[in-house]
C-alpha cells in the first residue's frame, strides 16, 4: 500500500452538487432490479493511501512460484479476486468472547472485558422477552424495517423516510462507500478514528488522504479546506465523539466541513455519552451531511448488529436501491424495537456509565504511568509513560483477566484505551493495576 506525501496546495475546487438528483420515496417507487508530546511529529503530515494493486499477471507468477493451483485448469483462485483486494490487510476484530474466555482460562462472566466500548449493562429486559415471544423467525424479515423506523422517527424527532437501517453502523459505512466511490476516487480520514473507514475505502477501491487530528485530537479543518481544493475527494469520513480518544466536533468546525463541496459523515456511534444533541436532524439543512448512529452503545445490543443513519432525501434513495433487502434481521429489528420502548432504563445505564466515566477517570489520573484524556464517551484514552510499555500492559491485565484496547498502529503504540465498564469491572482494573506499581 502506497503513502503519497502530499504539499498542501490551495486550487479551485469543483462543486460536487451542481446536478442534484430529485428526491424519490423509498421503495414505493423504486425500481426493484434490485500524546500529547509523542503524536506532534508523526500526526504533522498529510498522506495519501493508495489502495493496494497487483497486475493480473502476478496471480500467474504466484501460480508459477508453486502456490495452489488447479491441476487441469492451470489457474490459481486467486486470480479471480479484484486486484486491489489481493493486498487487503485484514480487519482486526476483537477475539470472539468464547475463544477469549478458553484461551485465558476463565469463565467469561469472570472476564473485565474493557476493550470493545460494549455497553456492560446490556440491554433492558423487554428484549429479551421480544427475541423469547419472535413468531416469525421463519418468515423473511421486512426490507424497510418499517416499525423500527417509526420508533426511531419517534426518538429522534426526524422523519422515518430520511432514516435507514442497517446491519450496524459498518454496514451502512459500506454501503455509502458502495453508492458514493468509484474505484480510484478518495475520501478524507481524519487519524487517529474509526479505523473502519480506512478498511472500507480499501475494500471498495478508494484512497485514503489522511489529515491527522491536532495533538489535542482536534480537527485541522484548515487542512482539510486545503486538501479538499487540492485532491478533490468524495467524502469525508468524521466521528463525535472521536474513538478512540472521545474528542466532540463543535458546531463551527463541522459548518466550516459542510461548506466545503464534499459529502460529509458524521458518525455519532457515541453521541449518547456526550451530552450533547445529535445533529441527525441536521440532514433536513445540509444536502451533503449523512449522520450515522448504532444501538451497540446506547442499547447494549452490539451483538444483535443494529445501526441506523439520517440521510437527505436525494441520497437515501440510491441506498435503499443497493443494500441487501433483508439487510436488518427479524432478531435485530424486535429487540431495537423493544429496546426503545424502555426510555427509562436506555437514560439509567447512560448516567451510570457517564458517572463512572468520570469516577475511571480520576482513577486513572492517580496511576503513575497513565496520562488519561478528558472524554465525552464510554471509553477513556490514556497515554502511558514513565517508561512502560503499552502493549505490555495490555499484556499484562490480559493475564490477571482484565482486557484493555492496545493499538498496533504507530500512531497509538504508545496509547491504550479503556471502555467504562460497571463500578466494580473499574474496582477490579485499578486493583490490578496497583500490582504494576
Ligand atoms: C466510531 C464508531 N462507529 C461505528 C462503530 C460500529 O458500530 P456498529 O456496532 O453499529 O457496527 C463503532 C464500533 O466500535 C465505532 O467505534
Known amino acids: 500500500m502506497g503513502v503519497i506525501e502530499l504539499c498542501c496546495n490551495t486550487a479551485s475546487s469543483a462543486s460536487l452538487f451542481v446536478d442534484k438528483p430529485k428526491p424519490i420515496c423509498p421503495f414505493s417507487q423504486r425500481n426493484r432490479q434490485s500524546s500529547r508530546s509523542k503524536r506532534g511529529g508523526l500526526l504533522s503530515s498529510i498522506s495519501i493511501m493508495a489502495s493496494s494493486t497487483v497486475p493480473a499477471s502476478a496471480a500467474v507468477n504466484e501460480k508459477e512460484d508453486g502456490k495452489q493451483g488447479n491441476c487441469s485448469l492451470n489457474i490459481s483462485g486467486d486470480s479471480f479476486i479484484r486486484p486491489h483486494l489481493r493486498k487487503l490487510k485484514p480487519y482486526q476484530p476483537i477475539l470472539p468472547f468464547e475463544v477469549l474466555s478458553a484461551r485465558l482460562g476463565r469463565k467469561p462472566e469472570d472476564i473485565v472485558k474493557l476493550d470493545a466500548n460494549e455497553n456492560p449493562y446490556g440491554p433492558p429486559p423487554e428484549v429479551f422477552e421480544a427475541l423469547g415471544a419472535m413468531k416469525f423467525p421463519y418468515i423473511y424479515p421486512d426490507p ?15 422523519e422515518s423516510e430520511h432514516i435507514l437501517v442497517g446491519c450496524g453502523a459498518d454496514e451502512l459505512i459500506d454501503l455509502i462507500m458502495r453508492c458514493v466511490l468509484e474505484p480510484g476516487d478518495k475520501i ?3 487519524p487517529p478514528t474509526f ?5 472500507d475505502a480499501a475494500v471498495n477501491g478508494a484512497s485514503v488522504v489522511k489529515v491527522p487530528r491536532k495533538s489535542d485530537f482536534s480537527l485541522d479543518v484548515e487542512r482539510i479546506a486545503q486538501v479538499v481544493a487540492q485532491e478533490k475527494p468524495k467524502c469525508i469520513f468524521l466521528t463525535s465523539p472521536n474513538n478512540p480518544d472521545g474528542s466532540i466536533i463543535g458546531d463551527d468546525a463541522l459548518l466550516k466541513i459542510l461548506d466545503l463541496p464534499l459529502l460529509v459523515v458524521l458518525d455519532e456511534a457515541y453521541i449518547e455519552f456526550s451530552g450533547l444533541e445529535s445533529r441527525m436532524r441536521w440532514v433536513k439543512k445540509h444536502e451533503n451531511l449523512i449522520v450515522l448512529r448504532t444501538f451497540s452503545k446506547r442499547a447494549g445490543l452490539a451483538g444483535l448488529r443494529v445501526g441506523y443513519g439520517a440521510f437527505p432525501l436525494s441520497i437515501i434513495e440510491y441506498l435503499w436501491r ?6 436488518v434481521s427479524v432478531a435485530a ?4 424495537c423493544a429496546a426503545l420502548k424502555n426510555s427509562a432504563y436506555l437514560e439509567e445505564v447512560k448516567v451510570a456509565l457517564v ?6 477517570y480520576k482513577l486513572l489520573k492517580e496511576v503513575p504511568f497513565l496520562i488519561p ?3 465525552y464517551s464510554n471509553f477513556i484514552l490514556c497515554e502511558v509513560t514513565s ?3 503499552a502493549k505490555k500492559l495490555k499484556e499484562d491485565l490480559s493475564k490477571m483477566g482484565v482486557m484493555i484496547r492496545h493499538y498496533n498502529n504507530k500512531e497509538l503504540s504508545g496509547y491504550v484505551r479503556v471502555s467504562v465498564g460497571k463500578p466494580e469491572q473499574t474496582d477490579a482494573l485499578m486493583k490490578c493495576l496497583k500490582c504494576l506499581f
Do not use: I, W
Open 355 to 360: 458517572q463512572e466515566r468520570e469516577r475511571l
Open 333 to 336: 429489528e424486535v429487540s431495537a
Open 322 to 327: 443497493a443494500k441487501q433487502p433483508y439487510n
Open 195 to 199: 479505523t473502519m473507514y480506512e478498511f
Open 144 to 158: 424497510e424495517s418499517r416499525r423500527l423506523r417509526a420508533a426511531l422517527a419517534e426518538d429522534s424527532g426526524l
Open 373 to 375: 484524556y478528558p472524554s
Open 188 to 190: 478524507v480520514d481524519c
Open 387 to 389: 517508561g512502560m510499555d
